[in-house]
């Protein structure tokens, strides 16, 4: 993948996640909220991570590819398990008005 393919990528990935945080944001504000602060603390942690690859020498050799190194995640996997909860309680709180709605129409 070139330099251009790889940018043209992180931009559409970037616009994607864009699309997501607003799609979100329409279904209810506290998820979009919870989504966009994800969002945020991903691209904080990667941003970091991927200005130092930039600044690396290219790799050209697989065997120099660091696969055991991990990337430290501490922030956006703690905003990914607070995200999750909002969404599990906005999947819970609608599944109950439509059940509630469901019984009111049966009777």
Do not use: K
């Not at 559409?12 to 969002?39: M, N, T, W």
């Not at 020498?57 to 909002?86: F, H, K, M, Q």
């Amino acid at each position: 993948m070139t330099r251009e393919e790889l940018t043209r990528h992180a931009r559409e990935v970037q616009s994607r996640l864009d699309f997501y945080v607003a799609r979100l944001e329409l279904e209810s504000s506290a998820l979009g909220e919870a989504f966009g602060r994800l969002v945020s603390a991903t691209r904080r942690e990667a941003g970091a991570q991927m200005s130092q690859a930039w600044a690396s020498p290219r790799i050209t050799d697989d065997d120099r590819v660091p696969l055991g190194v991990a990337y430290d995640r501490t922030s956006a996997n703690e905003e990914r398990r607070r995200c999750l909860s909002v969404m599990r309680t906005h999947v819970s709180q609608r599944m109950l008005r439509h059940e509630s709605c469901l019984i009111m129409s049966d009777g």
